[in-house]
């Protein structure tokens, strides 16, 4: 700058040299540039008492441009003269709380955060500590010791190779600083770049760059946007998840970074992203964004929710390629898992088995690049499914689990629904504690007689997901633990058989009701194969037995609150079951209905019914009571009554002969040791 530019655009406040520049230069003139109000300069002042601007320009002398912010400034010629040949030197006097300022890790980490991508370089003058040999001082080596107080001479060193002469070339170590220049924004930024100029490594480069993860990503997604709204970006998903990912869940916020123009504004934007999608990494470059604009502002910019809404659907995209790559290339090795079933359906042994489906796990992972993310960041999508209802039928359509029929392999719904009976209505699914829990569960009896595939959900936050996702590609999703469940294969005897045994059991439906009371809403004849009496379903907008234990083990749980969600049962009796018919004959006599033993039996019924059914025992004294006079009936005990104690006694004298006995023998071992020192003396 010449004299009078530093007059102009340093001295005088609000006065901007790019406005200046784009009025002069209307035609043509780059929009893009900084500094509209003409106040950026001025907060350096934030930090400084101070500023000195040297600058030199061509048709110019060098010259000096000074300012303490107090509405005073001074310009002059350099009296050095022409140090810069050409450019601008800029100096702050930093105040004593800005010392920070002056440490080399602090302006690299500022550097690096905010200007990693300028394109111009940007070099940070900067030392290190070397430890260097130095050659020691011939009259301090002589006249006085290494401490300086010593006044004797050091002996003389004599090397044995010259014969004994005088060693020369006594060195000493001493740590210096050695300053050198470094640039610190070397990182070029690739998402300006055409697509296929760019290689894989360069991809995983920058991503280990901007994530500082030392691991390849699994997927990436590179494009630009375009029609109203113009802006570049670049995201990954990450390799690995952090092991603290869902701890602080409602918290996190999303990293993609945000630039205008290859300037970082933020490294955090919850507009950007939402947050089920924070594991996702990367880059979003916009030039319709202004880039001195203040962070409220830009929170409330419309464009930035055009913006959000793009990535979303990229995002998804980026996951779905990542899919249906994982799917084509299990696949296309499928010679070794043909043979490994064909094995398995020869081998008895469950030991055995359960290796086989745990080695075709691992392989189906080893293969698949989308079942290792969806181990790593599955409950992420499926809290998509909660918060995103406009994406929920991307999302479905991502999803993976295990099935009865799927050993430990993961499946979607799309070949859930491939693998369907042509007379299948629904999708079937059960969700329990763990897998074993969900595969030993009298619930999947009627789907294995009828080689009906079930869905296993045993995340505590499946269910959760699934009242946000009613049906998949028109097909309903059905819990096989609620009532009204349709198989779709019902013939009309079916129907007819059901409506007898219905009216067969009347008197043992009303007798039952009576007896359990406000514990069930009714007793009905199931239309179920099961081989066990009773089970206990829930009615089909209520919470499962699963959902119950789940929020009961909640730590805000407050049982008073949850009478209104609180799971409706109903018991279906198995019309074809012996205890079920032993206790319509006992309940058809009005005598028998009043005993004791009758009634426990009936609760004996509810009691297995209700940990048969997966739900938690509500009243363990009563079923401890229940227990207890049925094993009395069982035993032919007339009471459970106790026993009168055992009485002891005990003889006073035995007790004092036996105190006497012990003091004699103390006496008879100290005239021992007497008899023994005197024949010692």
Not at 68 to 94: C, H, M, S, W
Not at 291 to 313: A, D, F, P, Y
Not at 606 to 634: H, I, P, T, V
Request: charged share 35%; no cysteine; proline share 3%.
């Amino acid at each position: 700058m010449t004299k009078e530019d530093l007059i102009q655009n340093l001295g005088t406040v609000a006065k901007s040299g790019t406005s200046q520049f784009v009025e002069a230069m209307a035609s043509g003139a780059d929009m893009g540039l900084i500094g509209q109000f003409g106040v950026g300069f001025y907060s350096v002042y934030l930090i400084a008492d101070k500023v000195r601007v040297v600058s030199k320009h061509n048709e110019d002398e060098q010259n000096v441009w000074e300012s303490t912010a107090d509405g005073t400034f001074t310009v002059a010629e350099d009296p050095r003269g022409d140090t810069l040949g050409r450019g601008t030197e800029i100096t702050l006097y930093l105040k004593e709380d800005a010392s920070e300022y002056l440490n080399q890790d602090k302006l690299e980490s500022l550097i690096s955060r905010y200007s990693e991508f300028i394109t111009f370089p940007i070099h940070l003058n900067k030392f290190k500590t070397e430890t260097v040999e130095v050659p020691v001082d011939k009259e301090e080596n002589i006249s006085t010791g290494e401490d300086g107080d010593d006044d004797e001479p050091e002996p003389v060193e004599f090397d044995e190779e010259e014969g004994g002469e005088e060693s020369e070339g006594k060195t000493k170590t001493e740590t210096v600083k050695k300053w050198y220049w470094q640039q610190i924004n070397q990182n070029s930024a690739i998402w300006t770049r055409d697509r296929s100029e760019i290689t894989s490594d360069e991809y995983k480069g920058f991503y280990k760059a901007i994530a500082k993860d030392s691991e390849d990503p699994a997927a990436w997604i590179h494009f630009k946007a375009e029609g109203e709204i113009e802006f570049r970006s670049i995201m990954y998903v990450p390799g690995k998840a952090p092991y603290n990912m869902y701890d602080d869940y409602y918290n996190s916020k999303n990293s993609l970074r945000l630039y205008v123009r290859k300037v970082l504004i933020s490294d955090s934007f919850e507009d950007l992203l939402p947050r089920y999608m924070n594991f996702v990494r990367g880059v979003v470059d916009s030039d319709d964004l202004p880039l001195n604009v203040s962070r409220e502002t830009l929170q409330q910019h419309k464009v930035l929710k055009v913006i959000g809404k793009k990535l979303v659907r990229k995002a998804l995209e980026m996951l779905r390629k990542l899919a249906l790559r994982g799917d084509k290339a299990e696949k296309g090795d499928t010679s070794e898992g043909e043979e490994d079933a064909s094995k398995s359906e020869d081998v008895v042994d469950d030991d055995e088995k359960a290796e086989l489906e745990a080695k075709e796990a691992k392989k189906q992972e080893e293969v698949n690049d989308y079942i290792r993310f969806w181990k790593q960041f599955g409950k992420s999508l499926k809290l998509g499914i909660i918060e995103d209802s406009s994406n929920r039928s991307k999302l479905s359509k991502l999803m993976r689990f295990q099935t009865t029929k799927s050993g430990n392999r993961l499946i979607s719904f799309a070949e859930y629904v491939s693998n369907m009976k042509d007379w299948q209505k629904d999708i079937y699914f059960i969700a329990a504690e763990s897998q074993e829990v969900a595969l030993e569960s009298p619930f999947l009896e009627p789907f294995t007689n009828k080689d009906l595939e079930v869905i296993l959900f045993t995340d505590p936050i499946d269910e959760y997901a699934l009242q946000n996702l009613p049906e998949y590609d028109g097909y309903s999703l059905q819990s096989i633990t609620k009532e009204d469940l349709k198989f779709g294969d019902e013939e009309e005897a079916d129907k007819k058989r059901t409506e007898i045994y219905k009216d067969k059991f009347v008197t043992l439906s009303d007798w039952l009701e009576d007896t359990y009371g406000d514990k069930i809403d009714k007793v009905t004849v199931t239309s179920r194969s099961f081989q066990v009496p009773a089970m206990l379903v829930t009615s089909k907008y209520g919470h499962s037995a699963n959902m119950e234990r789940i929020i009961r083990a909640q730590a805000f749980n407050d049982p008073a609150k949850q009478g209104y969600m609180a799971s409706r049962k109903t018991m279906e009796i198995n019309p074809r079951h012996p205890i079920v018919i032993k206790l319509l004959d006992l309940a058809g006599d009005d005598a028998e209905q009043d005993k004791q033993g009758v009634r426990d039996l009936a609760w004996a019924l509810y009691d297995a019914a209700l940990l048969n059914s997966g739900f938690s025992m509500d009243d363990s004294k009563g079923f401890a009571e229940r227990m207890f006079r049925l094993m009395q009936a069982n035993l032919g005990l007339d009471s459970l009554e106790l026993e009168a104690p055992l009485e002891v006694t005990v003889e006073e004298e035995d007790e004092y002969e036996y105190f006497e006995e012990e003091e004699e023998v103390e006496v008879e071992e100290e005239e021992e040791a007497d008899a023994s020192a005197e024949d010692e003396l």
